[in-house]
Nanobody, 117 residues
């Protein structure tokens, strides 16, 4: 398990933008993939975007074209630029990391994103 800390959430009007960031603490485990999940009120936690060591990205259908994931591997950091936000994007956004050892997967505590109509 590694420590993940998210920041950048907040309240924004529909059509606005936010940038989320996440930093993984120093660890003996090698991280090979980082990403973002979200969980809206009364809903399951779903993958939004992820980025692997080789630069391969994956996006949910709702995120593609609006959100952009980026990563600085040297700093164990991942960011999510969110544009054209909609009320349905309202959720707690969680940073995630796949790593070798220590159970193989870790979550951050989450950061709240609220989009008003």
């Amino acid at each position: 398990q590694v420590q993940l800390v998210e920041s950048g959430g907040g309240l924004v009007q529909s059509g606005g933008s936010l940038n989320l960031s996440c930093v993984a603490s120093r660890s003996s485990f090698r991280i090979h993939t980082m990403g973002w999940y979200r969980q809206g009120p009364g809903k399951q936690r779903d993958l939004v975007a992820q980025l692997s060591d080789d630069g391969t990205t994956g996006y949910s259908d709702s995120a593609k074209g609006r959100f952009l994931i980026s990563r600085d591997k040297s700093k164990n950091m991942v960011a999510l630029q969110m544009n054209n936000l909609k009320p349905e994007d309202t959720a707690v956004y969680y940073c995630s990391a796949h790593h070798v050892g220590g159970g193989g997967f870790s979550w951050g505590r989450g950061t709240q994103v609220t989009v008003s109509s």
